[in-house]
Every structure is written in structure tokens, then in C-alpha cells.
């Protein structure tokens, strides 16, 4: 993001992945001071609230950065899934870019959390029959990730919800960056805040 001088107002450019990831870890830094005091202001000793906090920041930043909302459009994004990039080439043919399944504040960053846990099944699925074909029995992984996660949901329910709340976040910070540079264009300027670019086509960006 650069921030320049226009006359006498604020003029901001806004590129797409690199800003984002910039808003993450700022949003990400600026959160983590409210949710600790929130914490201990409700009771929360300060030792239990700091790995909450530390778990909801890493969440935050997991979601922004690795789970971006972008994931429906641009290959920037997959481009960081490394070898594993095609996970998400489904994703993004199925979901409408910037549409309520992708954008939305609470909903789209759960369905990217399921659409992943999907993706492993069906490839622990897959690769066990693969290799039943040719003879080689693995067991049920798939039925053990799920165990393992539920295990974990059960037996860690405060260190669950902290990663929640923070993968929401994380993906509502990107939601509301974009609203802001189209929508929410007016709100910026009401704070004399005005956009260098237009970002209409923000849809379109590769
Ligand atoms: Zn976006």
C-alpha cells in the first residue's frame, strides 16, 4: 500500500495480494492486544488468555495470508499452496468471484476450513483405492483425520474456538479491505481518504 499526498487528502493505491497480506499482519497486530485484554478483563488468567490470543493471531494470519478469500480468483494465492496449488482449482471454478460463498464476513471463511477437510478426504480416499488396485490395503485415513479432528475439537474447546474466531477474522479483514476500495468507496472519502485507482474491476484482477 503506498500512501502519498494528494491535495490536502489522503491518496492510497491499492494492489491486490501483497496489500492484503499487509492488512492481515497490521489487522492481525491490532486485534491481538483487544482479545488478550477481553480475555483477562472476563476472568481468563493472563498465561491461558496469551496462547488464546497467540492461536487466534496465528489463525488470523493463517486465513489471510493462506486462505484468502482471493482463492476464488486469483493465483497469486494457490501459487503459495506450492505442489499443492491444485487443491484449490475447484474452488475456484465453483465459487463466483467476490460472491457471498467466498466474501461473506463469517460464512466463507468456514466453507474454505470444509472445502479443505474435504479435499483430504477425497484424497485419502482416492489414493487408498489407488493403491487397492494394485494390491497395497492402507487403512481407513480418512476416517482417522476426522477422529483426530474431532478429538482435538473435544478435548481442546477454548484453543477451538480461538482458532475460529481468528480464521474469521482473518478473512473478514480482506471482506472489509475490499468493500472499502468499491462499495464502501464513500466512507473513505467522508474521512478524506480518496482511492488513486479504481478498483470496479477488482473482479478481474489476475
Ligand atoms: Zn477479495
Do not use: C
Not at 74 to 82: F, L, M, Q
Not at 103 to 128: A, C, N, Q
Request: charged fraction near 15%; aromatic fraction near 14%; avoid cysteine.
Amino acid at each position: 500500500m503506498s500512501i502519498g499526498l494528494g491535495i490536502g487528502k489522503i491518496v492510497i493505491a491499492m494492489p491486490g495480494a501483497r496489500t492484503h497480506d499487509v492488512i492481515t499482519v497490521l489487522s492481525g497486530a491490532a486485534i491481538a492486544p483487544l482479545v488478550q485484554s477481553f480475555q483477562t478483563y472476563n476472568g481468563i488468567a493472563p498465561e491461558i488468555a496469551w496462547r488464546n490470543t497467540a492461536i487466534l493471531v496465528g489463525a488470523h494470519l493463517l486465513s489471510g495470508i493462506m486462505f484468502s478469500p482471493d482463492l476464488d480468483l486469483d493465483s497469486a494465492i494457490d501459487n503459495r499452496w506450492g505442489p499443492f496449488y491444485w487443491i484449490w482449482r475447484p474452488y475456484m471454478h465453483l465459487v463466483p468471484h467476490r460472491h457471498f460463498w467466498s466474501h461473506s464476513l463469517v460464512i466463507s471463511p468456514l466453507l474454505r476450513l470444509g472445502y479443505f477437510y474435504l479435499m483430504l478426504v477425497l484424497i485419502l480416499v482416492g489414493g487408498g483405492w489407488l493403491l487397492a488396485q494394485v494390491g497395497v490395503i492402507v487403512p481407513a485415513y480418512h476416517r482417522q483425520l476426522t477422529d483426530w479432528i474431532l478429538g482435538l475439537v473435544r478435548s481442546y474447546p477454548q484453543q477451538t474456538r480461538a482458532f475460529l474466531a481468528g480464521f474469521i477474522t482473518g478473512s473478514a479483514a480482506h471482506t472489509i479491505a475490499d468493500y472499502l476500495v468499491t462499495d464502501g468507496k464513500r466512507f473513505l472519502a467522508y474521512f478524506g481518504i480518496r482511492l488513486r485507482r479504481s478498483y470496479r474491476n477488482h473482479d478481474r484482477y489476475r
